[in-house]
């Protein structure tokens, strides 16, 4: 997908909202339970409930991973029925050597066609280039996170007297085809959105924490936007698991989803 | 698995081998291809060829993962053949917040009986607690990688003059059962073992970057040993690629494998 086809999408839903399918059999209602490929089923029906709302997809690629390969066919089932104007973001964290990251990137561009991919900078350039060598495929490059680990290594100072994470959008965002870059920021961490857009005033970045982990909205799109609006924000946990009950699912989803698209409408206009 | 069970098997074998099973359709010999799971019956026979001079197995997840299901089944089938003797790592190099770990824990500890797992640190520590919990699991922590990209993150300074994966060790070396920690030290790093053995003076190092990589067998065991061996030395490509033929591969894949045991038993007596 390209960059003009997301700007595209977020200006005719008026939304930047990306559902997070962080679908796990422990927690979906139990009426899905009767189908014979639940995470399936589940998923679908959270896509027809808020396709309407979001721009982008991210399947969390361990909820599908730890249920062995059932959760391989539910995940590829889910990317035939993501629609084509939606961008679809494999949440996988991964990252290692070129020989190995290439491998990687055949896994989500080709065997599952994924439109992005996140990826952990630990092991510099050569576990990251190789993802960003195909067309129309982006790298969504963990900047700063979200969780409370986030201050162990990112927040380190450098000598430079910058933090670890500004270390890390500042040299990824030289590399080559860093255009088809994004970067991951958190939305628990408002206050650090300004300094980012010093770094990368243009890339999109991938936003988690707003909804469960308490980020808020308004302040991250005052601080992180830029004039494409650059943000996908994501809520997973307050949209999919709005509901249990099968009386009111479809009502509560579907809410859920349409509230964060009506805050962000405001926000944009 | 617990720590006795490992040195034993390196006093025993004489060897503190890891053979990484990065089994590639396009790379393994075009005789395998005959059977319905290439993949697994090249790794039985890469393990039936190998088990008397490694102490461990390091399957690298990407390699399966790119064969979608089928991949996942070969990985299945191969962990079944992995003698309880042997160490098993998934070399998977994940990391998310901490719900998210949990359940990659579950997979490569629960839903694949692996004994370890390696993890990028980028994330900080309830990136890598979920893991810990584990009784005879270990995580496999990056610390200095193998790689050219090992550069670009890795040896940035800190601002107490450090570089970046002395904190990573340093920090993490704290954490609520560290003892089922172990690190990744490049091989092709040799003059930062003793700088690492300062800092973790105990844990074992999961070594890579000998043999196809560059990395000196010698220089490590001297540099990076302690009273423990506590090295697991990897070698992948150059044993399990050792031969192309169907004619002499067992005899090379064997011969390979035997020269590195025949150099580690040299350096531990």
């Known amino acids: ?15 930047f909202l990306c559902v997070g399918l962080d679908s796990d059999l422990k927690k979906i209602p139990k009426f899905f339970l009767d189908y014979e490929d639940p995470i399936f089923e589940f998923n679908q029906r959270i896509i027809a409930l808020t396709k309407d709302y979001c721009v982008a ?3 969390n690629i361990a909820f599908y991973e730890a249920l062995g390969t059932r959760g391989w066919v539910s995940l590829e089932r889910t990317l035939e029925i993501i629609p084509d104007t939606h961008f679809s973001i494999a949440d996988a964290k991964r990252g290692d050597i070129g020989n190995t990251s290439s491998l990687y990137a055949r896994t989500f561009f080709e ?3 994924f439109h992005a991919v996140t990826i952990a900078p630990y092991m510099g350039r050569d576990s990251v280039l190789p993802f960003l060598e195909f067309d129309k495929k ?3 490059l963990l900047g700063l996170t979200s969780n409370i680990g986030s201050q162990d290594f990112q927040f380190m100072k450098t ?10 959008l500042e040299t990824s ?10 970067y991951v920021v958190g939305a628990t961490q408002p206050e ?9 005033p243009n890339h999109f970045l991938l936003v988690p924490g707003v909804g469960s982990q308490g980020g808020d909205l308004q302040a991250v799109f005052k601080n992180g936007s830029n004039r494409d609006v650059g943000l996908l924000v994501n809520a997973s946990r307050s949209i999919i698991y709005a509901s249990n009950e099968e ?10 989803a349409f509230n964060l698209q009506q805050q962000m409408k405001q926000l944009m206009t």
Chains 1, 2 share one sequence.
């Open 159 to 168: 000598e430079r007297g910058q933090y670890f994470y500004q270390l890390v």
């Open 192 to 200: 650090s959105f300004k300094l980012i857009r010093q770094i990368v």
């Open 173 to 182: 965002s030289t590399w080559t085809n860093h255009d088809r870059m994004m």
């Open 57 to 59: 997809y991210k399947p």
């Open 247 to 256: 009386a009111n699912f479809d009502e509560a989803v579907e809410e859920a």
């Open 111 to 113: 065997t599952y066609p």
């Open 1 to 15: 997908m390209e960059r003009a086809n997301i700007i595209d999408q977020i200006a005719l839903k008026q939304s």
């Open 138 to 140: 982006w790298v969504i």
